[in-house]
């Protein structure tokens, strides 16, 4: 089992920065690769980038490459995605995921099997 819990949610002006963190308990998370995806009203939930259990490896959504970046502190147990040059678009509740297959880094929901709660992320114009 393991827990995760996103903060750092918020709202935003377009082209400003927000950063979000997901704290991990309950799992051996060092061993486990991290993702965040987002939701937004209507929409399905998307993939937004990913991270491998060293941080060695990170993917992006073309969506948010070159403006997002993910991150990890496996002393802290926590998974970082620094969000800048945000949009409107950008708009969605985010959620951060574990994946407990080692080396499986994906960006499909089901490579993933403990997600966080979310949190709303909603940038105005």
């Known amino acids: 089992q393991a827990q995760l819990v996103e903060s750092g949610g918020g709202s935003a002006q377009a082209g400003g920065p927000l950063s979000l963190s997901c704290a991990a308990s309950?799992?051996?998370?060092?061993?486990?690769?991290m993702g965040w995806f987002r939701q937004a009203p209507g929409k399905e939930r998307e993939f937004v980038g990913a991270?491998?259990?060293?941080?060695?490896?990170?993917y992006y959504a073309d969506s948010v490459k070159g403006r997002f970046t993910i991150s990890r502190d496996n002393a802290k147990n926590t998974v970082y995605l620094q969000m800048n040059s945000l949009k409107p678009e950008d708009t969605a509740v985010y959620y951060c995921?574990?994946?407990?297959?080692?080396?499986?880094?994906?960006?499909?929901?089901?490579?993933?099997?403990?997600w966080g709660q979310g949190t709303q992320v909603t940038v105005s114009s």
């Open positions: 309950g799992r051996a998370f060092s061993s486990c690769a």
């Open positions: 995921a574990l994946s407990s297959t080692f080396g499986r880094v994906g960006a499909r929901t089901s490579d993933y099997d403990y």
């Open positions: 991270i491998s259990w060293n941080g060695g490896r990170t």
